[in-house]
């Protein structure tokens, strides 16, 4: 399965470079694709390139819906005898 993240970018780097950050997380991806992308925006990460820019509030119900998967998947496994 391939998974689009949306992550915040934090820093720009030179040679096309940024660095995002998600659940604390933090990793340098390249922004060549997204050349107007400035610190603060979300962008769509995938394969460690950010492919596109993505709404702050869309960014944010997306990460939630990825939450609520993530503990229903730990609860799921949790109950497996």
Request: aromatic share 2%; with cysteine.
């Amino acid at each position: 399965m391939c998974l689009a993240i949306p992550t915040q970018l934090i820093e720009l780097r030179p040679g096309a470079l940024g660095l995002v950050e998600l659940g604390g997380i933090r990793k340098e991806i390249s922004v060549a694709l997204v050349p107007d992308a400035v610190v603060g925006d979300y962008v769509i990460v995938h394969v460690g390139h950010a492919i596109g820019r993505i709404d702050p509030e869309e960014a944010r119900r997306t990460l939630a819906m990825f939450g609520t998967l993530s503990e229903l998947a730990a609860a799921n496994e949790a109950a497996l005898p």
